[in-house]
């Protein structure tokens, strides 16, 4: 293609690539606005932790968290888990290679900071659970601007950047990118690349995970009592306890449909389908649930990771 000569107009030449005409127009003619229509995707902005200590204010919100698995509770639920997200992505370096080597004084100012916003049981177990749940976030949001941004330097709008958009250090960035881009952590990240390769049973969540999952089956369960005792013109009683929780086969169930009912795979219909098959055998007595030997394992067939489809 020859080289336009100055002075003339790029637009008159249909044969003339976008690219070029950005090479050359520092801002483009009225006309080739009102031809073409330029799609922004938007991008969901980070929740900043001072907005989050702005809505909380000076009264600290009351959280009950499980010892045992670490779920948070209550009404202010939701908060919390974006604050530990905050404290994830604004209070801990990314440069740090692991959780392991992250200074148990910043664990430390990241715990009293928790106690300051939030009036939950400071045990050592909630301590130490609460602290794995901001680990996980940080590790995930590593991920994210791996492969989001760092793998992708070239492709990023100047106009949002991570540095902006997370308020990151524009050298720790660099380095950031620098370490990404190294053969030696391509090797590393080549591992849990293979590993999620062989998901073939893909769950679809919101935000909450399991945890919601669980309490829109609860209320399900409530709503369907609730029109038999209707129906059947029987009397609610005042004290009625509530319906037992969703087993863990009826949970990897639902966490694997779509709004239409479709599943997210073919693996994840032959699991349900072995699923449906022992729940009945359960019930003729032909299939006795043991330990981890329950329903859902059985009819994946495997006791690995046994534990993820639970929390």
């Not at 492969?147 to 709008?157: C, G």
Request: charged share 25%; glycine share 4%.
């Amino acid at each position: 293609m020859a080289t336009p000569t100055p002075g003339t107009p790029l637009l008159s030449s249909p044969s003339l690539s976008l690219s070029w005409q950005s090479r050359y127009l520092t801002s483009p003619p009225a006309s080739f606005h009102n031809a073409t229509k330029v799609l922004v995707k938007k991008l969901r902005g980070s929740t900043r932790l001072r907005t989050l200590t702005r809505r909380i204010n000076e009264k600290r919100l009351q959280v009950y968290i499980d010892a045992a698995t670490g779920r948070p509770s209550g009404p202010n639920r939701v908060t919390f888990t974006s604050y530990l997200g905050a404290l994830a992505r604004e209070k801990v370096s990314i440069l740090h290679p692991s959780w392991d080597q992250v200074n148990e004084s910043t664990k430390k100012l990241l715990w009293e900071d928790i106690l300051a916003h939030f009036d939950i049981v400071p045990s050592e177990a909630v301590r130490g659970k609460t602290l794995s749940s901001i680990a996980s976030m940080w590790r995930h949001f590593k991920t994210y601007l791996t492969t989001r941004w760092a793998l992708n330097e070239d492709k990023i709008n100047r106009g949002m950047t991570p540095c902006n958009m997370y308020g990151i250090n524009e050298d720790t960035w660099r380095q950031f990118v620098q370490i990404r881009s190294t053969a030696s952590w391509e090797k590393k990240r080549k591992k849990p690349q293979e590993v999620q390769t062989k998901n073939d049973t893909p769950h679809r969540f919101s935000r909450g995970g399991y945890q919601v999952l669980e309490e829109k089956l609860m209320a399900e369960k409530i709503k369907l009592r609730e029109e038999h005792t209707s129906e059947c013109d029987i009397e609610p009683r005042t004290n009625t306890s509530p319906p037992s929780p969703p087993s863990r086969h009826v949970k990897w169930k639902r966490a694997r449909m779509t709004s239409s009912g479709q599943f997210t795979s073919e693996s994840a219909l032959q699991i349900a389908k072995r699923i449906d098959s022992l729940e009945m055998q359960s019930k003729q007595g032909m299939f006795h649930p043991s330990g981890h030997q329950d329903i859902l394992t059985t009819a994946i067939g495997f006791q690995e990771h046994l534990y993820q489809y639970i929390w």
